[in-house]
């Protein structure tokens, strides 16, 4: 987004806080005129921490405890994905693919089941059959099909329904890295895109709030991960976590610049009718692995497991306090 763009963005924020109050209080308004202050005038969608933006139709009620995990890569693809997979739905497993098989066994010891894809019509074709999706370092262009030469909105247009029928969203990792092109995706993610990280290394994981999705989790925990920096940098979303940037080490590979101060990780909203719960932490594959003495990965996948049955309804969303 360019600075222009950001600016236009930034007072139309204002101008949509401006509306909400003066709908405030007082009985001499026009009773036609409907004052919504959450709406986000930049991306056009009801988003934030206020539980009115959640489409309550009850479209899940009868959907089984069931996530899909998707991980298509269109550009780098992060080590712990291992090897692409067949198209298709719950294609064979490669040993290499670390992050998907560790979600799987992560989500059926909580007692939801899992599917798994890297195919973009399923997508498309199939998102309304699960309570939640988790976008697994799927990156860049991930949406796009490439055997599609006409229309090729299908899988976003499947995405922006899901969630406008109260669907789930969990972004991981390099899932801010994708489909740059798409506003509606940008601010899917909390009002945030990656923009750099420093090397991989070692730093605490401090909880910032009391949310069913980091309860149980210790206040602070010994993690290593990229520390993803943000640009834009996440608004009107309740942050659930940061690193401590004191203990990043080594600490001569600074944070991008608005980060050294408070550097978040982890971060809820509700979006569009929908549920969103985001992490860029899950650059490892000790972070993933069953019974792994990697640092703080036990705390990880205890908060992921908690996020996702969150957006799933299966427990209170994004009630955090402080």
Request: net charge neutral.
């Amino acid at each position: 987004m360019n600075t222009s763009a950001r600016a236009l963005h930034l007072a139309g924020m204002l101008s949509a806080i401006l509306m909400g109050l003066a709908g405030c209080g007082g009985g001499d308004s026009d009773p036609q005129t409907v004052v919504a202050p959450s709406i986000d005038p930049y991306y056009n969608v009801c988003r934030g921490v206020d539980p009115a933006c959640y489409n309550d139709w009850g479209a899940f009620a009868n959907s089984p405890n069931r996530v899909l995990i998707y991980s298509r890569t269109a550009g780098p693809r992060h080590a712990n994905l291992g090897t692409p997979m067949a198209a298709g739905l719950n294609p064979a497993m490669n040993a290499d693919n670390v992050m998907q098989a560790g979600l799987k066994r992560m989500f059926e010891e909580a007692g939801i089941a899992a599917d798994w894809t890297e195919d973009v019509t399923v997508i498309a074709n199939r998102i309304n059959n699960y309570k939640a999706v988790v976008f697994a370092s799927s990156n860049r262009d991930t949406l796009w099909n490439e055997a599609v030469t006409t229309s090729n909105d299908a899988a976003r247009t499947a995405l922006r329904n899901y969630m406008r029928r109260g669907g789930g969203f969990v972004g991981l990792h390099n899932a801010f890295g994708a489909e740059y092109n798409w506003p509606y995706y940008e601010g899917l993610l909390g009002n945030a895109n990656f923009y750099n990280h420093a090397p991989n290394r070692n730093g605490d994981v401090q909880i910032l709030a009391d949310d069913p999705s980091t309860q149980g989790v210790p206040a602070r925990f010994a993690f290593q991960d990229e520390w993803y920096n943000l640009t834009p940098f996440p608004t009107n979303v309740k942050f659930l976590a940061k690193v401590d940037t004191a203990t990043l080490d080594p600490l001569t590979a600074s944070p991008h610049p608005g980060h050294k101060d408070f550097h978040p990780v982890a971060w809820c909203q509700y979006y569009d009718g929908g549920r969103a719960w985001l992490t860029t932490l899950g650059h490892n594959t000790h972070s993933f692995q069953a019974n792994s003495e990697g640092p703080g990965a036990q705390a990880f996948q205890k908060l992921v497991v908690q996020g996702v049955k969150s957006v799933m309804g299966l427990t209170p969303f994004c009630t955090a306090t402080k």
